[in-house]
């Protein structure tokens, strides 16, 4: 790879292009609608139904990508 790739609070580089990186545990109060968040990628495994997934998309994410089996049909 040619490009740099480096980080600070709250955010990584990659070939001098800033992505945001947020976490909390309450998805409605992350910044996903002010930071344009298309979309988020759920890993944690404690939010597995569309209920909890859903709390993302009000947040303001376009979509989330769940990487575990969910609990209900999403």
């Known amino acids: 790879m040619g490009g740099g790739v ?3 609070k709250g955010a990584v580089r990659v070939n ?3 992505t945001v ?3 909390g545990r309450e ?3 992350l910044t ?3 930071n344009k968040v ?3 990628v759920e890993a944690t495994g404690v939010f597995r139904t569309r209920e909890a997934c859903m709390r993302h998309i009000k947040a303001g994410a376009s ?3 769940l990487t575990v ?4 049909e999403i």
């Open 21 to 23: 990186v947020t976490s």
């Open 38 to 40: 298309d979309y988020v």
């Open 32 to 34: 996903d609608g002010a």
């Open 69 to 72: 089996p969910p609990k209900d």
């Open 27 to 29: 998805p409605a109060n």
């Open 63 to 65: 979509r989330v990508i």
């Open 6 to 8: 480096g980080s600070s």
């Open 16 to 18: 001098g292009r800033k």
